[in-house]
Structures are given as structure tokens and as C-alpha cells.
């Protein structure tokens, strides 16, 4: 018989009873399920409303409880619709009416809203230690390739040179803001919503503080209402997984981009390729392709929860139980995406001469001419026009800016000198954007050592 059978007069209908069942889903929450049942009964024998010995009955049999499932020794019924009934009934099963009492002063309502927050929590915490080791492979591989010339693009078009160590740290900035999403998304989850009841709180004289300070949370909720309606926590850990895959998906298309055979800047490693059926030659960057496949799933999943919760007025609705699959979805989504391309990236072979043979054509040198007039004197929308003359020049006569002659040089500007060719160098080209945040040497050493700060100090949080 359901836990709730009291009003009704017939049993639920068996189709209703799978479609209404969550058990099957939910039962993930189960150590979040039983973790805040434990302090609840606490929190009823300090407060006198059971004995302390039935709270430590309870306290006892429910870690037992959580033992037999995590050693598998338990099957979850779908009679019992969901997580939190299937361990209230085999609570009582074990302990008879002490196991009742469990339930007093609460609702599955405020239930699920503390078994789900606290769940999130502990994946955002999970994926934050994903996210900053993924920094950590980018930075080491940065640091191995400070001297690694390549194009950098805008529309795609090769524009001016920089290293691949400057190209990937701006991925490593982007999963550095998503650490600090999570960080903000953590400290307005902090709230503990159990004492709301089904929505107007509780009659009984408990101590909400007492269930908080047990649980490890910094305050309680501060309506009732809101406690167990509210899925505003869910959303923006939704929002911030959603940006992480953006994140992971854009650096996903640079790698397969890269490894191609038009690009061939990388290799990935075996290991994390795959083959064509029918074409011997293939090598495949399906990691890749895959990440950027699967942040359109994480994307429904907001979707999904936004949707769900636009539409449903105050307080509880069943509509709500489908939060849960979308977040679970989403955090295991990102989590293997996270942890693949990580191991991915860092184990591919960066092609240092491949990237610098293109640097060296498409005249992305060619605001560095410019500039080196302005440096002379010359106003910079003259410059401008003297130079994009010379790239018309050599593009007629099928050569490159430091193929020029000083002769041909000043054809277009007497301006030039002979140090020309050592301003246009692909080197002086990168190093001298010395400025934070440029690709100079001396600012991409900072950016590494700023990473290295970052994830110390997120690391001992």
C-alpha cells in the first residue's frame, strides 16, 4: 500500500503508476535522500518532537540502509514511486513504527528540494574539479609551445601571427569565467530548504538552523513558498554547463579544424581517434565532433527546465518532477565531455612547422608594415593604403612582403628602410605585442603564471 493511500478508495491504475513513478530516475539522489533524513531525525530528538533513542534508531538504520545500496543488496520498487518513499518503506520495514515518525514535520516537497540542491551541489563541485584540471592541460601545453608560431584568424582568413601558446589560453580564460560561474552559482545554492513542509511549514516546533548547521549549509531558506518551488539553482547550474559546452564545442572545431589534412597543425593521438569502415586512410576526430554534438543535448536540457518551470504557478506541481532528468542529463553530459577532450588535447602532437609555414604566407605581417610606417611618421590611414598597395603588388608578382626589395619598398612610400625586414619578422611581429594580454612573450609568460595562481587557489577552496 503507497504511503499516501489514506483518501483513496481504489488502487492506482497501472499505467498511471508507471507514469508517475520516478523511482527509476531518482534513485541517483539516494545518498543525498538519506544523508538529509539523518539530520531531520536528529534535529526531531534534539527538539523532544521523537525520543533520542528512536532519532538514533533511525540515524542507525538508515546509514545500514545506505550501506546495503551502495553494496547493492537493495532493489528499488516503483509501488513506491520515488527515492524518498522507497527508503521511508524499507526504513519501516526494518524498524516498524520508529521508521514512521521519520516523516513527521516534513513534505516530500521540502524533501526533494534538499535531496536535489544538495545533488547539485556536489556535481557543480565535481565538474569545478574537471574544469580546472582542462585549465591545467592547457596551460602545461601552452608552456612547451611559447615559441610556436602560428596564424591567427578572423573570419577564418588568416590576420596576424601569434603562438599557439597565446591561441590556446584564450580557451583556458573561457573555462576559467565558467569556474567562477559555478563558484556564484554555489553560493546562492546555499540555502537549505528543508522545514518548508508542503508549502506553509510546519506546526511542530523545529529547529531549522539545527538541520542546517548538520547539513553543512551557510543559511535556511527564507520563505516556504519559495523553498519548494524554487528550481532557480537548477537553471543556472543549467546555464553554466550550457556555456561550458559553448566553450568545449568552439575549441572542438579548432581541433578539427587543425587536424585535418588541409591544416595538419595537430595530430591526434590514436587513442583518441577512430576509423572509416570502407576508407583505410581515415583518422577521425570523433572526440571532437562528438563534444560539439552533445552541447546541443545540454542546451534541451536548459531548454527543457525552463520550459518546464515558465508556465507552473506557486507552490509544488508535478510538472516539477521533470527537472531531474534534465539535469542529470546535462551533468553527466558535461562531465565525460570534460574529461575526454581533456585527456584528448593533452595528448596531441602540436606540428610546430606545419603552423609556421602557414604563418608565413596570407601577409599577416602586414599590420605590422603599416605600423612600422606610422612609427616613421606617416599617418596611419596612409600607411594603411601604402601598404595594402604592396600586398596588391606582391600578390601580382607572386611574392611576400620579405621578399621585396628596399627598391620596391619605396616605390610605395619612401618611408621604408632596410629595417623593414627585421619589423615585418614573424617574431618581432609577436613579440613585440608585449602589452597584457598580448601574444608577446613576456605577457603570454604572465597569462601561464596567472593560470597557475588560478587554479592553486580554486584547488584550496
Same mark, same amino acid.
Given at each position: 500500500?503507497?504511503?499516501?493511500? #489514506? ?28 544523508? #538529509? ?10 527538539? #523532544?518532537?521523537?525520543? +533520542?533513542?528512536?532519532a538514533e534508531l533511525i540515524v542507525k538504520t538508515l546509514g545500514e540502509i545506505l550501506d546495503d545500496i551502495e553494496n547493492g543488496k537493495i ?8 527515492? +524518498? ?80 601558446? +597565446? ?84 575549441f572542438s572545431e579548432e581541433i578539427i579544424l587543425w587536424c585535418s589534412w588541409e ?97 608565413? #604566407? ?30 596588391? +603588388? ?68
Amino acid at each position: 500500500m503507497k504511503l499516501w493511500a #489514506g483518501r483513496f478508495g481504489k488502487e492506482t491504475d497501472k499505467l498511471v503508476n508507471d507514469f508517475n513513478s520516478s523511482i527509476g530516475f531518482d534513485k541517483r539522489l539516494y545518498r543525498q535522500d538519506i544523508t #538529509g533524513s539523518m539530520a531531520h531525525a536528529s534535529m526531531l530528538g534534539d527538539c #523532544g518532537i521523537i525520543s +533520542h533513542k528512536e532519532a538514533e534508531l533511525i540515524v542507525k538504520t538508515l546509514g545500514e540502509i545506505l550501506d546495503d545500496i551502495e553494496n547493492g543488496k537493495i532493489e528499488f520498487s516503483i509501488d513506491c514511486e520515488d527515492i +524518498h518513499m522507497n527508503i521511508e518503506t524499507i526504513l519501516t520495514q526494518r524498524i516498524g513504527d520508529a521508521g514512521k515518525k521519520l516523516h513527521t514535520a516534513r513534505s516530500r516537497n521540502d524533501q526533494v528540494a534538499l535531496d536535489f540542491r544538495m545533488y547539485a551541489m556536489d556535481e557543480l563541485k565535481a565538474v569545478r574539479v574537471l574544469l580546472l584540471r582542462l585549465i591545467d592541460v592547457i596551460t602545461a601545453k601552452a608552456e612547451l609551445h611559447t615559441d610556436t608560431v602560428m596564424p591567427g584568424y578572423t573570419h577564418l582568413q588568416r590576420a596576424q601571427p601569434v603562438t599557439f601558446a +597565446h591561441y590556446i589560453l584564450a580557451y583556458a580564460e573561457m573555462f576559467k569565467r565558467d569556474v567562477t560561474r559555478i563558484n556564484d552559482c554555489l553560493c546562492r545554492m546555499d540555502e537549505m530548504p528543508l522545514g518548508a513542509g508542503a508549502l506553509a511549514s510546519t506546526t511542530h516546533k523545529i529547529d531549522r538552523e539545527n538541520v542546517c548547521r548538520r547539513l553543512g549549509f551557510t543559511r535556511i531558506t527564507a520563505n516556504s513558498m519559495d523553498s519548494v518551488s524554487d528550481r532557480d539553482f537548477a537553471v543556472e547550474a543549467l546555464s553554466d554547463f550550457s556555456l561550458i559546452m559553448t566553450h568545449l564545442s568552439r575549441f572542438s572545431e579548432e581541433i578539427i579544424l587543425w587536424c585535418s589534412w588541409e591544416f595538419k597543425f595537430i595530430e591526434l593521438d590514436d587513442a583518441y581517434s577512430t576509423g572509416s569502415s570502407i576508407m583505410p586512410q581515415k583518422k577521425n576526430p570523433d572526440v571532437a565532433e562528438l563534444v560539439r554534438g552533445k552541447t546541443g543535448r545540454v542546451y534541451g536540457d536548459l531548454t527543457t527546465m525552463l520550459t518546464m518551470l515558465k508556465g507552473i504557478p506557486l507552490a509544488y506541481n508535478k510538472d516539477m518532477q521533470e527537472d531531474k532528468e534534465a539535469f542529470f542529463d546535462a551533468v553527466d553530459t558535461v562531465k565525460i565531455c570534460l574529461e575526454v577532450f581533456a585527456d584528448m588535447f593533452d595528448t596531441c602532437v602540436v606540428r610546430k612547422d606545419n603552423m609556421r609555414k602557414a604563418a608565413s #604566407g596570407g601577409f599577416i605581417n602586414a599590420t605590422d608594415c603599416a605600423d612600422y610606417l606610422a612609427k616613421k611618421g606617416v599617418p596611419f590611414r596612409d600607411a594603411y593604403k601604402a601598404v595594402g598597395k604592396l600586398v596588391a +603588388h606582391c600578390i601580382e608578382c607572386g611574392k611576400y612582403l620579405d621578399q621585396l626589395t628596399v627598391e620596391e619598398f619605396k616605390q610605395f612610400c619612401p618611408a621604408f628602410e632596410s629595417d623593414i625586414y627585421e619589423a615585418i619578422s614573424l617574431e618581432t611581429c609577436v613579440n613585440a605585442r608585449d602589452i597584457p594580454g598580448g601574444p608577446g612573450k613576456n605577457s603570454v609568460a604572465a597569462q601561464i603564471s596567472a593560470n597557475k595562481t588560478f587554479i592553486k587557489e580554486e584547488t584550496a577552496l
